[in-house]
């Protein structure tokens, strides 16, 4: 069966050619769509891309190189790469371009590097990265319609739009640059809100700031109800759809919305997500060269989406719903590991483009080595509860009813939630979050004691015992924004009241905590909490205080080519968040799993000076009895046993079951 299916496509696969292949009189430097004869056509030829995604915020500025070098040595001729509009404008009217944002000397490499660019601006980007790409602060405006024509998202937009599109234009192929298309929003199709003045107006910005030349273009979903709102005339519409099925079926979605033109799959997907709680998606090499092929003998654009994912470090990972948050790792089971390592599917999608066109003589540049610097003792620094004056640098905002994060101006991280007991709960008693409000996890404790956890979604009561006027104290974690569907306006902290027993609770003190510049700054160390090596937190229930914790590693002498990248274990451990050197990882959360390992890239460590391990468990630590330690190792483990769970039934390649 499977022969005859390739035998037609052959078939097909020489007339396209043999049409495309006409030459019209070539123009330097042009990229346009042929729709008479089926393809694009570059510098007047007939051209068809093979690219891979890869996103420069997910890989370390000093492994971007080496990245993009696997990815030419594959064979591909073009990448393809969001730009996250949160990671450069954090807050309003501060633009980062510089260091690992700066996307300009990405799009620089790709281009000295032989690769050609698809760029995917967004706004909205989707990726499984925080709220799809946009600002949080966007929800200052509470009621705001996103991804609409809502004047205060779109005066936003315009603004961005109008310091990024400049600092791309240089970059179009038509001005001597790598990129060869850009891609208008994301997949908009799938949102719910279908509003056309919107995508109008994302084109004439676009138009506006790169001109008429570049070719535009829209992704959907591979159906004809996504293309309906995700469409636009003037911007050439392609599809996404994963290996397995049946790819003409596929392309015909596309051919509904552009009965001429390139076939472009933009998201070929090479694996797939992973969710906290859900068992490590893989996906077989098998299916993906016999879908590669058949794409490639009909004349297709391909995408591979990922050819590398990377890691979400920090607090950058995005959720789906029901609530479901991404771990640490993008591995996203692609071509390219998580650290840029090769697969047996890199070499098994390089044979396949092989078949298909030149690829560079060579072997591919090595996986980088891996370094395992052994277990490193952990000791306690502070529990977050004595080190808020450290961690709060305005102090506590006074409020009656709960305000979420973007009230208190913060974005990501961690707020603690204080009010006083105002009964006798001497008898255990239902602390809850009746309209399911705790966004998204929350540590509560009385008078410093863990009492439990209260998490979106699957924990809404808990039992607290306590007296009048003990301190109650909710830590609670920002898991990450949603980044898909109609529930993107997601607000962080306590968005809506608590009840204790039939009581609502108010009153509150709330403290902003700024983690991440205590920590890079060493006020944690600096503040006298008079730890010893033996201090443990406060425990009860299984659970201990949400506390830091520290430790140091030197790295030999002696070894050449040290810092290597390596991986961290936890073992022990339960949930929380790592830091080395003052570097966000990112979360752990072994417990759940599936993953239980963070990468480590070389470059965050240092050869001359001891290395700071700061962890900030959440649950409960291993320190007691004994010693407590975490350890680097060479290898890595994103496929722990998960529970299994039956909300937690989602299918590959279905986006509107995320
Ligand atoms: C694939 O889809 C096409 C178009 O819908 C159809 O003609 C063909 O029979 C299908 N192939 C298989 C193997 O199901
Ligand atoms: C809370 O305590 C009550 C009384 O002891 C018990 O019936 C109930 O199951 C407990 N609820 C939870 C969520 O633990
Ligand atoms: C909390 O309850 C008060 C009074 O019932 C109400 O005014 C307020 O809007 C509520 N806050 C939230 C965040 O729901
Ligand atoms: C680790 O922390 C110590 C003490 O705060 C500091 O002196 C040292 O420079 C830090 N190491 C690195 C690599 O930043
Ligand atoms: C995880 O992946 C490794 C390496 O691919 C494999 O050997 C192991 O069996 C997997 N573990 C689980 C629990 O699936």
Redesign the pocket.
Known sequence: MSRMGSGRSLVLLSIVLSICEVTVAAVPQSFSIDYKHDCFRKDGEAFRYISGSIHYNRIPRVYWKDRLLKMYMAGLNAIQTYIPWNFHEQTPGHYDFSGDRDVAHFLQLAQDVGLLVVLRPGPYICGEWDMGGLPAWLLKKRNIVLRSSDPDYIAAVDKWMGKLLPIIKPFLYQNGGPIITVQVENEYGSYFACDYDYLRHLTSVFRHHLGDEVVLFTTDGAGVSYLKCGSLQGLYATVDFGPGGNVTAAFSAQRHAEPHGPLVNSEFYTGWLDHWGEKHSTVSTTYIVKSLNEMLSMGANVNMYMFIGGTNFGYWNGANTKYAPQPTSYDYDAPLTEAGDLTDKYFAIRDVIKMHRKIPDGPPPPSTPKYAYGSVKMSLLTTVSKALKTLSFAGPVKTKYPLTFIELNQLFGFVLYRTTVPMDCSKPTPLSSPLNGVNDRAYVSVNGVPNGILERNKVLTINITGTPGDQLDLLVENMGRINYGKEINDFKGLVTNLTLGSQELYNWEVFSLSIDEAISE?LL?QGGYGETASSTPPRSNGLASPAFYTGRFIIPDGIPDLPQDTYIHFPGWKKGQVWI??FNLGRYWPDRGPQVTLFVPANIL?TS????VTVLELESDPCTPGLCTVEFTTVPVLNATVKSHPHYARQLFRKDLL
């Open positions: 060493g160390w050197n003052g240092s000076l001891p290395n700071n």
